[in-house]
């Protein structure tokens, strides 16, 4: 099970280490802050999030579960960091759009698998299966 999982739980972990980063540690771009890529960032996190864990989950065999599973884990996920962005310790703040943009990027990630299974492709290169 591990093994299918592999690829979900690092980038759950570097979704975990950015978003938990204290806010006097973040990266100051003046580009990124004039073009305001954070959402966009954010939705791109989750929609990779659920494209890895519905690929784990069709591996072990679960087809009819692994989509489902795969957008309720990550949004879930999603909600959850945003909330411990809250804590005081990390000077940041909970972003109720940020959670926004993280569920459409799951939802998003949902559309992007169908699509790939409904036309017979692989959801993820060979080397993250």
Request: with cysteine; aromatic share 10%.
């Amino acid at each position: 099970m591990l093994r299918h999982l592999r690829w979900a739980l690092l980038w759950a972990l570097l979704i975990l280490v950015l978003c938990l980063l204290p806010g006097d540690r973040l990266p100051e771009w003046g580009w990124f802050d004039l073009l305001d890529l954070d959402k966009l960032v954010h939705a791109l996190l989750f929609f990779g999030q659920t494209v890895l864990l519905a690929s784990a989950f069709l591996g072990m065999g679960r087809p009819q579960q692994a989509l489902g599973w795969a957008v309720g884990l990550a949004v879930a996920f999603g909600l959850g960091t945003e909330l411990l962005q809250g804590l005081e310790a990390l000077g940041r703040r909970t972003d109720p759009v940020d959670m926004l943009a993280n569920s459409i990027g799951a939802l998003a990630g949902a559309w992007f698998i169908a699509l790939r299974r409904r036309k017979g492709l692989p959801i993820v290169p060979a080397f993250l299966r």
